[in-house]
C-alpha cells in the first residue's frame, strides 16, 4: 500500500509563493509517475503539473510560467514551487501517485490566495 503525504500549503497574497512538497512511502519512487491536481470550491478537480519516472513534465496551461514541478527520487518527494500566485489559484491541491497502474491520493493542503 502506497501512503501519499502533501504539506506546504497556507494562506498567501496575490504575487507571492508557496511550495508544496509529497511524501510517497511504500513504493519504489523512482518509478512512479506523480502529479499535482487541484480542486476549487464547487469545480472538478483538475492537473496542475505531472512529472514522469523518466522526468518528463508536463503543465497546465494557466500555470505554465509560474509553477516548476520536481522530484527527489533520493527523498522520494515530489515539489511544486508556486510564484507569482493569483487568486483564481486558490484550492485544495493533491498529490498523485501512480504506482505498478494504481493511483494514489493524498488528503490534500488547502491554498489560498487574497487580492
Known amino acids: 500500500q502506497v501512503h501519499v503525504v502533501e504539506s506546504g500549503g497556507g494562506l498567501v497574497q496575490a504575487g507571492g509563493s508557496l511550495r508544496l512538497s509529497c511524501q510517497a512511502s511504500?513504493?519504489?519512487?523512482?518509478?512512479?509517475?506523480m502529479g499535482w491536481y487541484r480542486q476549487a470550491p464547487g469545480k472538478q478537480r483538475e492537473l496542475v503539473a505531472t512529472?514522469?519516472?523518466?522526468?518528463?513534465?508536463n503543465y497546465a496551461d494557466s500555470v505554465k510560467g509560474r509553477f516548476t514541478i520536481s522530484r527527489d527520487n533520493t527523498r522520494n518527494t515530489v515539489s511544486l514551487q508556486m510564484n507569482s500566485l493569483k487568486p483564481e489559484d486558490t484550492a485544495v491541491y493533491f498529490c498523485r501517485c501512480i504506482d505498478s497502474g494504481r493511483v494514489y491520493w493524498g488528503q490534500g493542503t488547502q491554498v489560498t490566495v487574497s487580492s
Open positions: 512529472i514522469t519516472s523518466g522526468i518528463t513534465i
Open positions: 511504500g513504493s519504489i519512487f523512482s518509478r512512479n509517475h
